[in-house]
C-alpha cells in the first residue's frame, strides 16, 4: 500500500522533474494549469474528508485544504484573467489530475482510522510534491513576474500545510493502538 | 454666506491641524496615552512575533495572506476569529500579563502580545 502511494507521488515528481531536464521549463500558461489543477485536486480530497474523516483534527485540516487551495485559487484565477493567460493543460497538470482521481478512488473505499491515515499520508507526500514543484520549476520558469510573484506568496501556505499534515501523521500514529482516534 | 463659508473652512483647518498633530504624535490614538499597534500577518506569520504593549492599547491584526487566519490566545484572553484575506481585527489590550497566541487554523503560526 505504502509503496504503491509512494511510487505514485514519485510519478508526480518525475512529471514535474521532466520539465526540469528539458532545455526550457513549463511556459506561463502550462504553469498557470500546473498551479490551479494541483490546488483543485487538494480542494476535491479535502471536501472528501471533510465528510469521511474519523478524527475531529483531521476533519479540521481538511476543512482548512479546501478554504485554503480555494483562496489561492481564487488569487490565481483572477491573476491568469487580468494578464490575459490562458491556462494550458499538459503532462504535469494532466499527471496531477490522474494523481488525484486515483488518490480519491483509494480513499472511497476506506473508513474510519485507516481513512485518516491514507488522507494524512497522502498530504504530507503530495505537499511534500508540490513544494518540491514550486521550488526547482515553477517560480525558476515563471517569466510573467506578477505570476512568480503569485508563486512565492503561496509558497508559505504548502509549507505550513505540510506541517501541519506531519504534526496529524505523527498524531494518529501514537493513537494508532487505541480505539477511538482523538 | 461668506462667513458662513470662512467658518466652516475655518473648522475645517482646525480639524486637519488636530489630526496633523496626532500623526505627528506617532501612534497616539487617544488622549488617555493609548497606543496604536499593527501586527502583520504575512507569509503565514505574525510580524512581529513579539509584541509588548500597555493596558489599554490597541493592537490590530492585518491579515496580508490569500488565505484566512485567526489570532486566538492560549489562554482566551482574546480570539478573532476568522480574518478574512485583506481583513483585520483590533483588540484593546486589557488584562495584564502575557498571552501566548495561536491561529487557530494554522498551528505552525504562534506569537505573544505581553501587556504590562
Redesign the interface.
Known sequence: MNFKHTARILVLSAAVAAFAAQAQGPTDPQIAAIVVTANQVDIDAGKLAKSKAHAKEVAAFAERMVVDHEGVNQSARELVSRLQVTPEPNATSESLQQGGDENLAKLEKLSGQAFDRAYVEHEVAYHQAVLDAVDKTLIPSAQNAELKALLVKVRPAFVAHLEHARQLQASLEQVGGLEHGE | MPVNAYARTHRGFVLACALAALAAAGMSAAGNGAQEYTIAIE???FVPATLSVKRGDRVTWVNK????HTATASAKAFDSGSIA?GGSWTYVATEAGTQAYVCA?????KGEVSIR
Open positions: 507569509a503565514m506569520r495572506d490569500l488565505v484566512p484575506p487554523f494554522h498551528p505552525t503560526m
